[in-house]
């Protein structure tokens, strides 16, 4: 189907014709008078000759216009599409009103979060609540109690759990949950603990890594429970 504007040219175009058509048929009206220039048909014919001037020089303009409304027009459509014209992807807007630059600027950063989830308290346990390792570790704790207490962060609950989790593994060593991290240091899983408490040398252990950031008490039953 034409657009608008598609329309709008053919009609000029048709219009231009017949104005030319009209022209010849002066000039022709014209060249008979030619001998006698004072007659009225020369007179009419020069007369009609200044006006269909002046409606071609109108309609030239109205194309011009069109034309320059067209290029306007495909210039908007090649911003809407990233192209300015040169092959070359120009800034859009995503759905949520930022720019790919500011969508990079707020893209997660899993190294900050990190970060922030290590000042909430000296140990921290990195878990996922399906996981039966992790249950066993998180009871093995439950039965200490802690000052200030564990943290523990699921990472199949977290938004950004994966991509969490991956950075974890990089920074400590140990990619599986769980990963207690005590001062900054991962002291291992679920194995290392359990080993540690049927020695019953993890209080001691604890004691050691918490340094003076972290006071732990014997253990006994019914302790404090981590904070979720």
């Known amino acids: 189907m034409l657009s608008k504007r598609n329309i709008r040219l053919l009609g000029l175009t048709g219009m231009l014709l017949f104005v030319l058509f009209f022209i010849t048929r002066n000039a022709q009206s014209a060249t008979r008078s030619y001998l006698d220039p004072n007659s009225?048909?020369?007179a009419s014919a020069l007369s009609n000759s200044e006006k269909v001037d002046s409606?071609?020089?109108?309609?030239?303009?109205?194309i011009s216009n069109t034309k320059g409304n067209s290029v306007s027009a495909d210039t908007k459509d090649a911003v809407k599409s990233g192209n300015n014209g040169n092959g070359k992807g120009?800034?859009?807007?995503s759905e949520n009103g930022l720019d790919d630059e500011d969508e990079y600027d707020n893209k997660y950063n899993?190294?900050?979060e990190y970060k922030e989830i290590l000042q909430k308290s000296p140990i921290v346990v990195f878990s996922k609540t399906y996981c039966p390792y992790s249950k066993?570790?998180?009871?093995?704790?439950?039965?200490y109690t802690f000052d200030?207490?564990?943290?523990?962060?699921?990472l199949d609950k977290h938004e950004n759990g994966a991509e969490l989790q991956k950075f974890i593994g990089g920074k400590t060593g140990r990619s599986t949950v769980p990963n207690v991290i005590i001062n900054g240091i991962s002291r291992g899983g679920c194995d290392d603990f359990a080993g540690l408490h049927d020695q019953n040398t993890l209080l001691d252990s604890l004691k050691q890594w918490g340094g003076s950031t972290l006071t732990v008490d014997k253990p006994k039953k019914g302790g404090n429970s981590g904070v979720h």
């Open 40 to 42: 009225p048909t020369a």
């Open 55 to 62: 409606e071609i020089n109108s309609i030239k303009q109205d």
């Open 90 to 93: 120009v800034a859009k807007t």
């Open 110 to 112: 899993p190294e900050a």
């Open 136 to 143: 066993r570790l998180k009871s093995i704790l439950k039965e």
């Open 148 to 154: 200030p207490e564990f943290v523990v962060v699921e």
